[in-house]
T-cell receptor, first 112, second 113 residues
Framework: QKEVEQDPGPLSVPEGAIVSLNCTYS??????FMWYRQYSRKGPELLMY????GNKEDGRFTAQVDKSSKYISLFIRDSQPSDSATYLC????????????FGRGTSLIVHP | NAGVTQTPKFQVLKTGQSMTLQCAQD?????MSWYRQDPGMGLRLIHY???????DQGEVPNGYNVSRSTTEDFPLRLLSAAPSQTSVYFC????????????FGSGTRLTVV
């Protein structure tokens, strides 16, 4: 079992839908949680960053962390075709080498 | 600022050839890493560095060498290319701890024939 599990999809939704992307993890020492967006043939870009449990909102995006369940989510409201991309979750412990562990990514397709 | 710059963007190698993938960042980041990305496998860490002169192995280091003589540059060397090294390679950098993630380059698509 990998440390971070993420359903690869693809997830296909109509424009305007609310999208929920999720990751589960097994390492209880993870404290920092990230979501990256990767467009086709591009490098990943950091979308959101949260520390410990709770919610963080940025425009149409909300990141949610439930450490008791070892479960993180990214919600996208009013999804747009431009949101079509692969979304990778990542997480790391508080110190050490600061190297994150990545999920395999979920492919999202938002169709008009 | 340019961020993280990777060269070349595309490369075709013959089995057994060697080459160096270049990575440079202009953000004065301490931490730099090399990943490879393969379909269905996600991002896998090859080597990383926590500062000039300090490198360590990641999840899939075999067949690759790195060095970090300056803060800005972190080249990845393929010693004797094999078809199994066909992949997309990403370099990334980070200032270190706290709520800050990695900044990725645009990638090098490598094909070994």
């Amino acid at each position: 079992q990998k440390e971070v599990e993420q359903d690869p999809g693809p997830l296909s939704v109509p424009e305007g839908a609310i999208v929920s992307l999720n990751c589960t993890y097994s390492n209880s020492a993870f404290q920092y949680f990230m979501w990256y967006r990767q467009y086709s043939r591009k490098g990943p870009e950091l979308l959101m960053y949260t520390y410990s449990s709770g919610n963080k909102e940025d425009g149409r995006f909300t990141a949610q962390v439930d450490k008791s369940s070892k479960y993180i989510s990214l919600f996208i409201r009013d999804s747009q075709p431009s949101d079509s991309a692969t979304y990778l979750c990542a997480m790391r412990v508080g110190g050490g080498s600061y190297i994150p562990t990545f999920g395999r990514g979920t492919s999202l397709i938002v169709h008009p | 600022n340019a961020g993280v710059t990777q060269t070349p963007k595309f490369q075709v190698l013959k089995t057994g050839q060697s080459m160096t993938l270049q990575c440079a960042q202009d953000m004065n980041h301490e931490y730099m890493s090399w990943y490879r990305q393969d379909p269905g496998m996600g991002l896998r860490l090859i080597h990383y560095s926590v500062g000039a002169g300090i490198t360590d192995q990641g999840e899939v280091p075999n067949g690759y060498n790195v060095s970090r003589s300056t803060t800005e540059d972190f080249p990845l060397r393929l010693l004797s290319a094999a078809p199994s090294q066909t992949s997309v390679y990403f370099c990334a950098s980070s200032p270190g701890g706290g709520p800050r993630g990695y900044t990725f380059g645009s990638g090098t698509r490598l094909t070994v024939v």
